[in-house]
């Protein structure tokens, strides 16, 4: 009897009784007591469930509760096994969790489950849930623990769980054992060949991808079910290396299927596993070259983001790839890396510390150099195709795990897009562009060389505010076709630089969207040490009046944006006769261009006879000079030229002289037609 007085059990009752009893002593003492000044707690009970399913709290003790089954006599025990009742007809019960209690067994385990993701073997109280999936990963080390464990107890205690999970997972085990004989898989059972750990390999946006697998669970969707890999890979984020999320689904399939045909599976399967591993090496190599900033060019697929998902662009352009002017310029979309296990890192790009003017310096990029390292264009000159890198290697096992795209801003489409390593090309430059240029040998030299210092020694010069006037705004203006924007691009092809150009329809009319627009280019071009052009700039330049407000706002912008400009600006204009005389005092160069010449005409034409592709056609001088003689700018020479090699490809020849005499003649008809009609509408009116 005294034993049955001092069991916990009846322990824990007596207390929750007193409790009860001295509560309501207390509050039948007290009678006048206000309210909430009783220093002793109430107890309620939630009540059994009425018809409609509801329940209540009530001051009653359950009568109907089974005693607590762990207790200071369960504690004793290495391990808590708790079963429950079995439903698939072979046993009666099945094993729903177990404790783990033994100080010795979680020692042992601390190595057998070392890095498994979500188990802390350290814990007081650690559980251990079906179907026990850390165990069916880790089976062999479990074996090889209790094979070579030395002290006596903890062996038993090892073999103890040992026994107890062998006899509950003998089916798991002998099923993903065959599974993996045959090279098959169902759905139910696909966790088994994905332990957290493993490499994984899918095909993404056709192409090859490795990942590192974390985590896995099954999920219904409105599409059906599936289940989803959480992975890592590793990736850029503008200053550091580091590992990004990334997620895989392999959707619901009937029966078996191989493998190798999962959407998702482990590396280790893949039949050309050698070769496949030394692809995306390399690739990873490609990825750590490139990370940073970069002018290239590419021709592909790429990723941009749309309403409602991703939308997929075939661009061909050139594009410049920096992941930091990424999370500056798209700060809702902005890469967000976990720390590698070794920390790696790289050089600032080489406009990093500006986009941080209002930020401490990092003292880890102190020593940072900036420098080409794609494109050589002068030894003493810092040109925008590159930064060296200063950064501890990734190891082949990082390089692995390397995205297969970057972050980057096309040029030509003028949207950031997510680009596919793969199809990033090595810009090839033309030489002779800027030979190709029809102006006098003073002009070519004074636009170059001023381009060319801006770049180099834009901070050597300020104005009495900050940041103020650092800029080289140079307006050319003339006639259409005359090499205006030519010129620009000549300039920038002769530098390596990238070439932003831009049109009044490209930034809008608004006065609000044409702002932020327009600040967001000017920040890119500066940072990027790019040459910027704003071609037919008419609606900007033009004159103010006091009858056109709208358009009052957008000069006004322009004017203003402008004075902090630090980059290269060329603006082109057909009627300069129209500009505001704000623009005057902000223009550093300002060059007419007018009609072409004869010998200019014949210099253009030969040009765009060097250009043409395939066999280069043979004119002679006579045909030349004859050609020079039509009065032509150099936008309809080259129409002519191209309308001319169609006409001979149609007839299966090589351009000749023959073909553009034709394609002139018909022009000059269709002139000559328009002309006489001119003259018919004036002798009506007369």
Request: aromatic share 8%; hydrophobic share 35%.
């Amino acid at each position: 009897m005294t034993l049955l007085m001092s069991s916990p059990a009846v322990a824990v009752e007596d207390a929750a009784a007193s409790l009860v009893d001295r509560t309501t002593i207390g509050i039948d003492a007290s009678p006048d007591v206000k309210p909430g000044m009783i220093t002793d707690v109430k107890n309620l009970y939630q009540s059994k469930p009425d018809n409609l399913g509801k329940t209540t709290w009530v001051d009653k003790y359950p009568d109907d509760l089974e005693e607590a089954a762990e207790n200071a006599e369960s504690a004793r025990y290495a391990l808590l096994i708790r079963n429950s009742k079995c439903y698939d007809g072979r046993k009666k019960l099945q094993i729903d969790s177990i404790v783990v209690q033994s100080p010795l067994l979680k020692q042992a385990l601390s190595s057998v489950l070392k890095d498994y993701p979500g188990i802390t073997t350290t814990l007081d109280r650690l559980t251990f849930k079906a179907p026990f999936q850390a165990f069916i990963h880790r089976w062999k080390n479990l074996l090889e623990a209790l094979e070579s464990e030395q002290d006596r107890e903890t062996k038993d205690h090892l073999g103890l769980l040992h026994r107890i999970l062998e006899v509950e997972l003998r089916d798991d085990l002998k099923a993903r054992d065959d599974f993996i004989l045959n090279g098959v898989i169902t759905y139910g059972t696909i966790w088994m060949i994905f332990e957290p750990g493993t490499t994984v390999f899918t095909v993404k946006d056709e192409q090859h991808c490795a990942a590192k697998f974390n985590n896995g669970n099954y999920q219904q969707t409105h599409c059906g079910n599936r289940y989803v890999l959480g992975c890592q890979v590793v990736d850029w984020d503008g200053e550091n290396f580091g590992l990004g999320s990334a997620q895989f689904y392999v959707c619901e399939f009937e029966g078996t299927t191989e493998i190798t045909k999962l959407s998702a599976y482990p590396l280790e399967y893949h039949p050309n596993l050698f070769k496949v591993k030394e692809a995306l090496i390399q690739r990873g190599k490609a990825f750590e070259e490139l990370s940073g900033y970069h002018y290239k060019n590419y021709q592909g697929i790429a990723m941009g983001d749309g309403p409602w998902g991703p939308i997929k662009y075939n661009v061909d352009s050139r594009i410049i790839i920096d992941t930091y002017a990424w999370n500056r310029f798209n700060p809702n979309k902005q890469v967000n890396l976990a720390t590698l296990a070794r920390p790696i890192k790289k050089a600032r790009s080489i406009h990093s510390e500006e986009y941080d003017e209002d930020e401490g310096e990092d003292e880890d990029y102190e020593d940072s150099d900036d420098c080409d390292d794609d494109e050589e264009y002068d030894d003493d000159e810092v040109v925008t195709t590159g930064e060296k890198s200063n950064t501890t290697s990734l190891t082949n096992d990082q390089l692995l795990l390397c995205s297969a795209s970057l972050k980057g801003y096309s040029l030509k489409n003028k949207k950031w897009l997510t680009f596919s390593i793969d199809s990033v090309l090595d810009i090839k430059y033309s030489e002779s562009a800027f030979e190709s240029l029809v102006l006098p040998e003073d002009h070519k030299e004074l636009i170059l060389a001023l381009a060319e210092s801006q770049i180099q020694h834009r901070d050597s010069f300020d104005d009495v505010i900050q940041g103020k006037g650092k800029g080289m705004i140079m307006l050319l203006s003339g006639p259409p076709g005359v090499g205006k924007t030519l010129t620009a691009e000549s300039v920038a092809e002769t530098m390596r630089a990238p070439l932003y150009m831009m049109s009044a329809g490209d930034l809008g009319l608004d006065s609000s969207a044409v702002e932020s627009s327009l600040s967001n280019v000017l920040e890119m071009a500066s940072k990027w040490n790019a040459v910027l052009l704003l071609d037919e700039a008419d609606v900007f330049l033009e004159q103010r009046s006091s009858h056109d407000l709208e358009r009052n706002k957008l000069v006004s912008i322009f004017l203003r944006i402008l004075e902090y400009y630090e980059g290269i600006l060329f603006l082109t204009t057909n009627r300069v006769d129209n500009i505001d005389a704000a623009f005057q005092s902000r223009i550093h160069i300002s060059m007419q261009y007018g009609e072409l010449s004869k010998s200019s005409r014949r210099h253009v034409w030969v040009n765009f006879l060097n250009a043409s592709k395939g066999k280069k056609p043979s004119f002679s001088d006579e045909d030349l000079d004859n050609l020079a003689g039509y009065k032509m700018n150099g936008r309809e020479i080259k129409n002519v030229l191209k309308t001319a090699q169609l006409l001979a490809s149609k007839k299966g020849k090589g351009l000749a002289y023959g073909h553009v005499e034709s394609v002139l003649a018909i022009e000059q008809r269709h002139v000559g037609e328009q002309a006489r009609m001119g003259t018919k509408r004036l002798f009506i009116q007369d």
